[in-house]
């Protein structure tokens, strides 16, 4: 059997997140999460560390949002020295760098959605986990750029890095222009 989604070792971590290891009993929203985003219900917008699935389900939509936390500056010096001159980690690369005890995979540093489920693990968080995998499967370098790595190397290359700009902090949320949200967040009719 092979993996729908997560068929890579970068696009599985985000796998994990949705199925966590320790979970004892398979969440019941995974089938309908996996079929939204099998089925093109998961339009993602992925924007440095936020991560926007806007969700549709039949003529409903909800905007689920997530946030990943930096590697660490350790990590990122050994992904880059495995990565050589590729551009894109491979299997090798990820199998490598958690061997050296690097490959902990992404870790979700917030996560909300615009539907009413309680919670941060709504089928719509669910779905757009899976839509990641599926887009981590097809360009694992995303796996990195989630992480900050791309941050990490500008900060490496910066002539005189020393007095150089500091990273910005990520505000929040605010990566979402451009998404033209305005039509769904619209109380939904009365029915
Ligand atoms: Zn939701």
Do not use: K
Request: glycine share 10%; aromatic share 6%.
């Amino acid at each position: 059997m092979s993996a729908e989604f997560g068929f890579s070792r970068w696009g599985a971590d985000v796998v994990r997140l949705a199925e966590p290891l320790s979970a004892r009993v398979r969440n019941p929203l995974a089938p309908r999460a996996r079929s939204l985003a099998r089925n093109q219900g998961v339009e993602l917008t992925v924007t440095g560390s936020a991560v926007v699935g806007l969700v549709s389900s039949g003529a409903r939509a909800s905007i689920a949002r997530l946030e990943f936390a930096a590697m660490s500056n350790d990590s990122a010096g050994t992904i880059r020295a495995l990565l050589g001159s590729a551009t894109e980690p491979d299997d090798d690369v990820h199998q490598r760098a958690r061997t050296a005890g690097s490959g902990a995979g992404p870790q979700i540093a917030a996560a909300d959605c615009s539907c009413r489920a309680r919670g941060d693990r709504c089928v719509h968080v669910l779905a757009t986990l899976y839509a990641l995998a599926a887009a981590i499967d097809h360009r694992p370098a995303l796996a990195l750029e989630l992480q900050g790595f791309d941050r990490f190397l500008a900060a490496r290359s910066e002539p005189g890095s020393g007095s150089g700009p500091q990273p910005q902090p990520i505000a929040r949320w605010t990566p979402l222009g451009g998404l033209g949200i305005g039509d769904y967040w619209d109380p939904p009719s009365a029915g």
